[in-house]
């Protein structure tokens, strides 16, 4: 690849993570010219980190001779609530506490800068470019260790009054549940549907029945736990079909709010591939309201870069 990217008007699509930076420089029409990792340096709360990665962006400038009419911004997406004038919400994974992310960085930097939730921009990024492609509306679920989500409307990120819209994961699900979220909730749809709630489900499911092949399999994880069902052990699919029941629930609350045009389902546990997809629109379908019914149900596309591509997405607008 040319260093010399000059003759072009390019965007940084940046993702902040807890241990890794992602950076992407994108064309205006989106398409990835190159794409770097970075350390997150999260010592004495966070705040090395913005000045770390403003002398990272002002040396790829100068390496790849981009001229400063032809660069149209940076979008950040940051794991915490973000306000729409920028204001970080405080921060935990980062050690930040509220302050306006989108200033400092272009005092650091002299750029204009847009920031959001992480969640969101992926869901940006998978609309423009991913799984979402070719819909206005849609709402994206990533389904990893917890569970989060983000919500695309006529193109534009919802993000409501505190940057927290999306949270799907902290839904109540059931109320007859006894357990604990991580958030302090009982019942969150984070309890079934996440990796680590899929693997309590199995577990819980094979204390009361010892006739099931995941038995032989000492490190129970969400994968295993799809493969079995995939190969037809009753218990697996009892577990992958409670899961992916919740998760139907769910989405069918979240469609009477904001009716979108599809659903896309991201994040490690989707790597299951159509039978989460199947399941969890059988659910919707048999619990929501006749003028919901029918929605496109998609796979997430861009993996761990659909945060890259919506940071950018933010910037060209």
């Known amino acids: 690849m040319e260093n010399n990217v000059a003759s072009t008007k390019v965007c940084f699509g940046i993702d902040v993570g807890g241990t890794t930076i992602k950076v992407g420089l994108f064309d205006e029409l989106g398409t990835m010219i190159d794409k770097w990792q970075v350390p997150t340096n999260r010592n004495e709360n966070g705040r090395y980190i913005l000045n770390d990665l403003s002398e990272f962006i002002l040396n790829v400038i100068k390496d790849k001779k981009i001229s400063d009419e032809d660069i149209l911004g940076i979008g950040l997406g940051i794991p915490g609530p973000v306000r729409d004038d920028g204001i970080v919400i405080g921060c935990v994974n980062l050690g930040w506490g509220i302050f306006n992310a989108a ?18 921009i992926a869901a940006l990024g998978e609309q423009w470019q991913g799984g979402g492609k070719g819909f206005k509306s849609t709402v994206f679920i990533t389904l990893g260790t917890g569970v989060g989500g983000g919500i695309i409307i006529d193109d534009h990120i919802l993000t409501g009054s505190n940057g927290a819209a999306g949270e ?8 007859e549940e006894t357990e604990s979220c991580n958030c302090g909730k009982k019942g969150c749809l984070e309890q079934y549907a996440s990796a680590t709630g899929i693997v ?8 009361q ?3 099931s092949t995941l038995l032989n399999n000492e490190k129970l994880n969400a994968r295993i736990i799809f493969d079995h069902a995939k190969a037809g052990d009753k218990l697996a699919i009892d577990v992958v079909k409670r899961a992916c029941s919740y ?3 769910a989405l069918t609350h979240v469609a009477a709010v904001v009716d979108p045009e599809a659903f896309v389902i991201g994040g490690g546990v989707s790597n299951a591939g159509s039978i989460l ?15 919901l019914r029918n929605k496109d149900f998609k796979l997430a ?12 997405k933010m910037v060209v607008g």
């Open 277 to 291: 997809i199947d399941y969890t629109k059988e659910e919707y379908e048999n619990n929501v309201m006749q003028a």
């Open 247 to 249: 998760l139907g629930v």
């Open 103 to 120: 200033n400092v960085l272009t005092e650091l930097t002299g750029l204009k800068v847009i920031v959001n939730n992480d969640a969101n």
């Open 301 to 312: 596309i861009l993996g761990n870069d659909a945060g890259i591509y919506g940071a950018a």
């Open 200 to 207: 309590r489900l199995a577990k819980k499911y094979l204390s």
């Open 209 to 211: 029945n010892s006739d």
């Open 168 to 175: 799907i994961g902290h839904m109540t699900v059931n109320f």
